[in-house]
């Protein structure tokens, strides 16, 4: 892989086109080689891209933690790179791999498996997107998560952390808090929305090692919800 590209435009060249954002980022849509369905969205920089280059599997830059990744290196869901292309502006990459496993850490097949609100012609979100459903995906995501407790799939990262046990999971919530609060105080909302859902993943993984219920935990806020108010 890195043979061919290297013979096709050059690392130098390629870094000297892309057009990396303030924080020398650029972001890198991967998609499945054979299926050419999307799976997931990621930001490299110079060294993670050189990286990916030479070793052939995706290397990614994380914004949160500040330091390079390799996909899969934990949960053996390595990505085989077989073609780097870059738009017409040079400001996004497209990475077509090959995988081993699922792309998403939920053990889901890709990042976007879950679909928006229906939205009206008039563009007004449905009404089915009612207070009642707000949090149905919580609901689905246990699900999802005791079915990867019960079955333990083979590369599944949900199966992974089951397997490391309690410490694993307890220093995965630590560390996805930890993210979600620079996050915070960074003042960015679009990192902060994908911590925390990292950290709602992380929690709800703890929860079922621990065999205590989500309706637990709503049934125990509910009754704080009744309570008088001290205030």
């Known amino acids: 892989m890195s043979q061919s590209l290297e013979q096709r435009l ?4 390629l ?19 054979d299926s050419k369905d999307v799976l997931m969205v990621a930001y490299m920089n ?12 995706t290397w990614f830059w994380s914004r949160s933690r500040e330091e390079l990744w390799h996909k899969g290196a934990t949960s053996g869901n390595t ?8 738009d017409c502006d040079g400001d996004t990459l497209l990475v077509l ?17 879950r679909s928006a609100a229906a939205v009206q012609s008039e563009g007004a979100v449905s009404a089915a997107a009612s207070s009642t459903s707000r949090f149905e995906v919580l609901g689905e ?10 079955e ?10 089951f397997e490391k046990g309690i410490d694993k999971i307890l220093k995965k919530v630590g560390e996805e808090t930890a993210e979600a609060i620079i996050a915070a105080k960074n003042g960015d909302n679009d990192e902060l929305r994908l911590e925390v859902s990292d950290l709602i993943y992380h929690l709800l993984v703890l929860l079922r090692e621990r065999n205590l219920p989500l309706d637990d935990i709503m049934s125990e806020l509910d009754r704080r919800h009744e309570r008088p108010r001290r205030d």
Do not use: M
């Open 10 to 13: 050059p690392l130098a060249k």
């Open 15 to 33: 870094q000297e086109i892309i057009k990396w954002d303030a924080h020398g980022l650029v972001p890198a849509v991967v998609q499945d080689a």
């Open 46 to 57: 110079s060294e993670s891209l050189q990286k990916s280059i030479v070793t052939g599997d």
């Open 79 to 86: 990505q085989r790179i077989t073609d780097l292309r870059y």
């Open 97 to 113: 791999v090959k995988r081993s496993g699922p792309a998403c850490h939920t053990g889901e097949d890709n990042c976007f498996y």
């Open 141 to 150: 995501l246990e699900q999802i998560i005791k079915e990867r407790y019960e």
């Open 152 to 161: 333990r799939p083979e590369g599944a990262y949900t199966t992974y952390l």
